[in-house]
């Protein structure tokens, strides 16, 4: 089903697709791994460094109160974009590992993953949300359970009492699979921590940029994405966390901006959100990312996924037609990400192939070595659709795709 907005003039918002990639016109199907900038997030970016580039907060003069002013305008738009209870819970970061390692640290600190508890994550996770939660996990003399991955590339979720129990002290998992696109329960994982008092922690990196997130109903207790995900620059990001609960904790970094008085003898902490950002912020990056976000609502969030959808549907069964291609997680619901192999060839192979048509994919294990070892590979090529892909595209790549099988064969 075609999504009723013009694809060609929103093509036309992102300069970068308007290139050719050794001879051939690019066709860019990295947008797991980072999505293009349209104009107007370049627009935004380039009027604060024009006009009003300042520190914020602290400054009387005119110069500091437009960036101020235009960096907190920001913080609301990601509430607002996230439907988030209070403003105050939206802490500005590097990213999605930066929130999660923040998430990871305040917990410890808090006293919240007490010596013999467990903390549960899925097998379809990120690196990122694998290595900080090891780390807290020997710091703190805690222990690391992992709610296994079925055949078809979903969580097994039919022993979740066993997994979730009174000894977990923390649930983290992703929303959506950067490697597979499978789309997790949310509310069956959310449910089961809660019946326990466990903490739960979502990385919305794969979801924020391509479906709708409510935050008020979500019953989760932390939620992050990175903007550079969802067309703002890199380096920017959100932690969302629910207003007591980040009240309770301890700052994570020490510094100036998370203060209220400080001396030789202590210090008092500043309110949220600033409690948690000690430091210069990124200002330009936090304005910028409340352009992609005025963007995409521009568009819609369900217009969006829609469009991505049909991209996926048009894709799946041509794909499925090549000889000896297996695609993981080959489901109907699933955001718009197909990860697939072709027996005999290696995927790193495929994808130098691919490039050379002008055809951007990612190879390898998407930082998620536990995930491929449990296909028993180690790695796929993965390509993912944004808004500005087309119909078109897919042909090209599934053509590209065949072409290349034979070239390798």
């Not at 903390?119 to 290595?131: D, P, R, T, W």
């Not at 568009?299 to 049909?310: L, P, R, T």
Request: include cysteine; proline fraction near 4%.
């Amino acid at each position: 089903m075609a999504a009723p907005f013009d694809i060609s003039e929103i093509r036309s918002d992102f300069p970068v697709l308007d290139q050719s990639v050794r001879g051939q016109p690019l066709v860019y199907l990295d947008n797991a791994a980072t999505s293009q900038k349209p104009r107007q997030v370049l627009d935004a970016a380039r009027h604060y460094y024009e006009h009003i580039n300042s520190n914020i907060h602290r400054g009387v003069h005119h110069l500091s109160q437009l960036a101020t002013a235009a960096h907190e305008v920001a913080r609301e738009t990601c509430a607002q974009h996230l439907n988030a209870p209070h403003v105050e819970e939206i802490i500005f970061t590097s990213g999605t590992t930066d929130s999660i390692n923040l998430i990871a640290n305040i917990l410890a600190d808090g006293g919240k993953i007490p010596p013999g508890s467990e903390i549960v994550l899925s097998g379809l996770e990120h690196h990122s949300n694998i290595v900080p939660w090891q780390l807290m996990a020997q710091r703190c003399q805690a222990s690391i359970k992992v709610i296994p991955v079925l055949d078809e590339g979903t969580l097994d979720l039919s022993n979740l009492d066993e997994l979730i129990t009174d000894k977990t002290a923390v649930v983290a998992f992703g929303h959506v699979s950067n490697a597979f696109g499978t789309i997790n329960d949310v509310s069956t994982i959310i449910s089961a921590a809660k019946k326990v008092g466990a903490i739960t922690a979502i990385d919305g990196a794969q979801s924020v940029p391509h479906m709708a997130v409510d935050l008020s109903t979500s019953g989760a207790d932390f939620y992050s994405f990175s903007g550079h995900k969802i067309f703002a620059p890199t380096g920017i990001g959100i932690l969302w966390g629910r207003k007591d609960l980040l009240e309770e904790l301890p700052p994570y970094r020490g510094g100036g901006e998370m203060i209220k008085e400080v001396s030789f003898d202590g210090t008092t902490y500043n309110d949220l959100p600033f409690k948690y950002e000690a430091g210069t912020p990124n200002i330009e990056g936090a304005i910028s990312l409340a352009a992609a976000l005025d963007y995409a609502n521009a568009i819609g969030m369900e217009q969006i996924a829609a469009h991505e959808h049909s991209l996926l549907e048009a894709a799946t069964p041509q794909l499925r037609e090549i000889d000896n291609l297996h695609i993981y997680a080959d489901l109907h619901q699933k955001a718009a990400v197909l990860s697939f192999n072709i027996k005999g060839i290696h995927h790193f192979d495929l994808g130098s192939l691919l490039d050379q048509m002008g055809i951007a994919v990612r190879t390898g294990h998407h930082c998620c070595q536990p995930l491929m070892k449990r296909f028993g590979v180690t790695g796929t090529v993965r390509a993912s659709f944004a808004i500005y892909n087309t119909t078109k595209e897919v042909e090209t790549l599934v053509k590209s795709v065949k072409k290349a099988a034979l070239m390798l064969a």
